[in-house]
């Protein structure tokens, strides 16, 4: 399949704030007041990611994350809206977020995301997804459907 260029519906993305003073800085992540009403998240994680590394390209069946990219480190995000009941499926979006534009996302079920380290160091990422990873107590299977093996995929990293 190939994919057009441009905005996808249901994707969310938020400039972040940041807050400087003599001590360092602040960013709100994430307020329930701001969140969506059909969106909470069930848990949180932070990874770091080195120079040149990709994760993904992946997708949930079920499940949302909200990704804070923050800094240290710039990514660039790739998105691909494989809902076919979507007004905009057959898309793809890329966006380019870290230090150098903090920004908190939300990526719904169905829409096919990675993102890469495009900087010279480490880098940081947040997720708050709306779904526990892998059920209550790890005990049921993980919402995954990978792609970054498939020798047919059509989700290229450039």
Same mark, same amino acid.
């Given at each position: 399949?190939?994919?057009?260029? #441009? ?12 807050? &400087? ?5 602040? %960013?709100? *992540?994430?307020?329930?007041?701001? !969140?969506?009403?059909?969106? =909470?998240?069930? *848990?949180?994680?932070?990874? *770091?990611?080195?120079? /040149?590394?990709?994760? #993904? ?23 691909? &809206?494989?809902?076919?009941? %979507?007004?905009?499926? #057959? ?13 908190? *996302? ?12 495009? %900087? ?11 779904? !526990?990873?892998? /059920? %209550? /107590?790890? =005990?049921?299977?993980? &919402?995954?459907? =990978? ?12």
């Amino acid at each position: 399949m190939n994919y057009e260029e #441009g905005f996808i519906h249901d994707v969310s993305v938020k400039p972040l704030s940041r807050f &400087d003073d003599k001590r360092g800085w602040l %960013s709100e *992540m994430f307020r329930t007041d701001e !969140l969506p009403e059909w969106f =909470r998240p069930e *848990m949180a994680y932070i990874s *770091m990611t080195v120079p /040149g590394v990709a994760r #993904g390209p992946h997708e949930h069946v079920a499940q949302t994350d909200y990704f804070c990219f923050i800094g240290p480190g710039n990514f660039k995000v790739y998105l691909w &809206d494989t809902r076919k009941g %979507s007004p905009t499926f #057959g898309t793809k979006q890329t966006l380019l977020c870290g230090i150098d534009a903090p920004a908190a *996302m939300i990526i719904p079920a169905g829409v096919v995301h990675a993102y890469k380290n495009v %900087s010279l160091e480490n880098g940081i990422v947040f997720n708050a997804p709306d779904r !526990l990873y892998a /059920g %209550s /107590g790890k =005990r049921e299977p993980v &919402d995954e459907i =990978r792609h970054e093996d498939a020798a047919d995929s059509t989700f290229i990293l450039d």
